[in-house]
């Protein structure tokens, strides 16, 4: 009678530990990515989109699978901090993240990278006490506001 709520308790730990160490692979898969576009190296490189895609695939690789990342890479208006405030991200009704582009700005641009993956659970109930909900799902957001550097290509 014990049994069956302890192990279920233990796997629940368990998925706790692998929630939030996802949550910091992400956060730090996406500011290396965000780092290699504040140098330019993304702009430089033939296919942005992939070398950022490629970093962020490596960093979080055995915790996340790649292919269900969503994200976007903006620069801001009037390249000002302050207007990054305003830039909420917007969500489908499926929970998808509605993508705004990927434009990581140029040479002392102000640019927002945001990062998104929907987390699903496997132990019951676990979803709707950590998302507050009533879903097997939570939803991982890294965004990170960077002002490029003053980098010229020759």
């Known amino acids: 009678m014990v049994g069956f709520p302890f192990i279920i308790m233990l796997i629940g730990t368990v998925e706790v530990c692998l ?7 992400l956060e730090g898969a996406t500011q290396n990515a965000a780092r290699l576009i504040r140098t330019g190296q993304v ?3 033939g296919n942005p989109v992939q070398t950022f895609e490629n970093e962020m695939c490596q960093q979080v690789d055995g ?22 405030e305003s830039m909420t991200p917007q969500f489908d ?13 140029v040479s002392s641009q102000d640019v927002l990278v945001r990062v998104v993956y929907q987390y699903t659970f496997m132990t ?4 709707s006490i950590i998302s507050g909900g ?13 002002q490029n550097e003053p980098y010229t290509f020759e």
Not at 19 to 25: C, E, G, N, P
Not at 65 to 78: D, G
Not at 124 to 127: C, F, K, N, T
């Open 93 to 105: 009704s499926n929970g998808n993240l509605e993508n705004q582009g990927f434009n990581p700005g």
């Open 19 to 25: 929630f939030f160490s996802t949550a910091v692979s």
């Open 43 to 45: 702009q430089a490189s």
């Open 63 to 84: 915790l996340i699978n790649c292919s269900t990342l969503q994200y976007q890479v903006v620069p801001i208006a009037s390249n000002n901090f302050s207007n990054a």
């Open 124 to 127: 019951p109930g676990l979803g």
């Open 134 to 146: 009533n879903g097997t799902s939570s939803t991982l957001v890294s965004t990170i506001v960077i």
